[in-house]
């Protein structure tokens, strides 16, 4: 089955620098790529998501990169404020419904 | 407005003991599914049901199970609750058809003693 590998697990910036969490999947059958934010004590919310017949992404601040080759994809934070400190979660699915399978998450620290 | 509710918010449960917890949604979405998160093991799925009398068992599924009698509710039951399963565990749903994205419910804060 799919397995995604999720990195750094923690990961500590000063205010206004860019972030940057990198998972890579197994399965190359999987075409869904979305990531989640979770802030302490609520629930994940999705953010973004990229499927796999683009290569780039981009919302605001945030952006997400593929690389279907190499089995990769990464999230970008640009210009970053202390509201974006979260734990961010990538996930992978074959698509339509499903199921996603999650990294274990990056704890995301913006230091003002 | 459409939603995903999870209940209770908080149990405390004794080894041993059977426990459900509730998931309720009222957008009809089709998909349903329960997760529990663990310090270090993030998001693992223990069931997920595609439609009414559909279950399927996730990456965790031991000790848990789950029924869909109707769209709305995939209530989740630990037969015999041990310490293992004190977690946390959200449920979320997805429509087929309408994007891939799951939306979660608040989560569920279980303690097992």
């Known amino acids: 089955g799919e397995n995604v590998e999720q990195h750094p697990s923690t990961l500590s910036v000063q205010e206004g620098d860019s972030a940057v969490i990198k998972c890579t999947y197994s399965?190359?059958?999987?075409?869904?790529f979305p990531w989640y934010k979770q802030e302490l004590g609520k629930r994940p919310q999705l953010i973004i998501d990229?499927?796999?017949?683009?290569g780039e992404k981009k919302d605001q601040r945030i952006a997400v990169t593929l690389n279907k080759t190499a089995k990769h994809f990464s999230l970008h934070i640009t210009e970053t404020q202390p509201e974006d400190s979260a734990v961010y979660f990538c996930a992978a699915s074959k698509g339509g419904s499903e199921k996603l399978v999650f990294g274990k998450g990056t704890k995301l620290t913006v230091n003002p | 407005d459409a939603e995903i509710t999870q209940s209770p918010r908080h149990k405390i449960t004794e080894t041993g003991r059977q426990v459900t917890l509730a998931c309720h949604q009222t957008?009809?979405?089709?998909?349903m599914f329960w997760y529990r998160q663990d310090l270090g093991h993030g998001l693992r799925l223990i069931h997920y049901?595609?439609?009414?009398?559909?279950?399927n068992k996730g990456e965790v599924s031991d000790g848990y199970s789950v029924s869909r009698s109707n769209t709305e509710d995939l209530p989740l039951t630990l037969e015999s609750a041990a310490s293992s399963q004190t977690s946390v565990y959200f449920c979320?749903?997805?429509?087929?058809?309408?994007?891939?994205?799951?939306?979660f419910g608040p989560g569920t804060r279980l303690t097992v003693l």
């Open positions: 957008w009809n979405h089709n998909n």
């Open positions: 399965d190359s059958a999987s075409n869904y």
């Open positions: 990229i499927r796999s017949n683009v």
């Open positions: 049901s595609y439609g009414v009398q559909d279950t």
């Open positions: 979320a749903s997805s429509q087929t058809g309408r994007g891939d994205e799951q939306f």
